[in-house]
């Protein structure tokens, strides 16, 4: 079965600091991964996904992911942080197959203080 | 990019009613639609899979009796609480495939926020 990590449930950073999130998946084939984006009482945001190929992906916002299979990692990244980040970041995971399911995490919380 | 749109954003309803959200994508064909529920500060839960023509795929532990869902057309699907109770307050989201895309993306709709009294 497929399943997300995302062990940091909440990060507090400083306007204009990095910012990493990271996201772990258990799967038993080449997955489908993703990162979302939810502002409060929103729907989700797509930031970016990986299918194949470069395992560094960009997203939208500033937002670059990176693919590690030795790691079975999918950790999100920015090089500086805009208030407007604020918000609730997803980690998913899908199979390739036509039920396109998808695992999420438990979702980490970023605060960004001024 | 596609757009999904989810009605009502937010409903408020007396205990023992029912309640429909509705769930639609604007500017392209979804086959498969899914329906999610969100606890305060936690993930989303997968309730059921809905798919256009057929009768949804519901989640262990979902009661199908409870959360009505159709999918009549291919832009349009709906979930109707039954005699929603408090219990059911929730964020209820929902999200669409796009037939003509082969990836494993999804589009979200905007969420509903449902508070049974």
Known sequence: ?114 | GAVVSQHPSRVICKSGTSVKIECRSLDFQATTMFWYRQFPKQSLMLMATSNEGSKATYEQGVEKDKFLINHASLTLSTLTVTSAHPEDSSFYICSARDRGLNTGELFFGEGSRLTVL
Not at chain 1, 56 to 76: H, T
């Open chain 1, 1 to 114: 079965a497929q399943s997300v990590t995302q062990p940091d449930i909440h990060i507090t950073v400083s306007e204009g600091a990095s910012l990493e999130l990271r996201c772990n998946y258990s799967y038993g084939a080449t997955p489908y991964l993703f990162w979302y984006v939810q502002s409060p009482g929103q729907g989700l945001q797509l930031l970016l996904k990986y299918f194949s190929g470069d395992t560094l992906v960009q997203g939208i916002k500033g937002f670059e992911a990176e693919f590690k299979r030795s790691q079975s990692s999918f950790n999100l990244r920015k090089p500086s942080v805009h208030w407007s980040d604020a918000a609730e970041y997803f980690c998913a995971v899908g199979p390739i197959s036509n039920d396109y399911k998808l695992s999420f995490g438990a979702g980490t919380t970023v605060t960004v203080r001024a």
